[in-house]
């Protein structure tokens, strides 16, 4: 017949609620490393997640940056062209100046006024070029005060200062005076010389006969 021992009941009993409680925390110790690294590993890879959209975004933006740049650069080159000045027609055939030297170019715009008469322009008593309707002619001269005139009915004088290598334009009109024509020169500018066809004078210009 066996008898019934509570107390070693007990005692195995506990025993075995200790076997399976370090069962439990050993468990646990082993598979926590293992959570911890899928843990670190996911956050790892939504750090670098992130980390490559804001590379991304901070591409585009600057991507976005340098077409915006760009665009301007293009509309402000196409704005400036559109604002430039326009090339002036070379109707009239003028050479550069001679080494050393500047120039000073002559001309009439046809005019039925006066066409009829011709005036040579003069430096001093000296003729350097007569004009007819519709004609120039270039005179190379030295730097420095250069002062010509032109006269019929009235004389009319034009100083003026050339420096080397400068082109410089004359215009002569014609006014109707008392009697007969009065010419003029005055400074002017390519834009009003090119503006017609000219011809290049042949006419052979006059000294001033002394009085």
Known sequence: MKIFNPSRAMVAAAALTLAIMGAQV???????????????SSSSSTSESSSSMASSSS??????????????????????S????????????????????????????S????????FS????????????????????????????????????????EVEEGETYYVIQSIAMGVLAARPNITPSTEEAFQEKKLNLTKAKATDRTPE
């Open 59 to 80: 591409s585009s933006a600057a991507s976005s940056s340098s077409a915006i740049s760009s665009s301007s650069a293009v509309s402000s080159s196409a704005a400036a």
């Open 26 to 40: 050993s468990y646990a110790q082993t598979t926590a490393p293992t959570d911890a690294a899928q843990a670190s």
């Open 111 to 118: 005019r039925f006024v006066g066409m009829a008469v011709s």
């Open 121 to 160: 322009v003069r430096e001093g008593d000296k003729g350097v070029g007569k004009l007819t309707n519709g004609t120039y002619f270039v005179l190379p001269v030295d730097p420095g005060v250069h002062e010509y005139n032109i006269s019929f009915e009235t004389r009319d004088n034009l100083r003026m």
């Open 82 to 109: 559109s604002t430039a000045a326009p090339a002036v027609a070379k109707l009239n055939d003028v050479p550069p100046p001679p080494a050393g030297k500047g120039e000073i170019v002559f001309f009439r715009p």
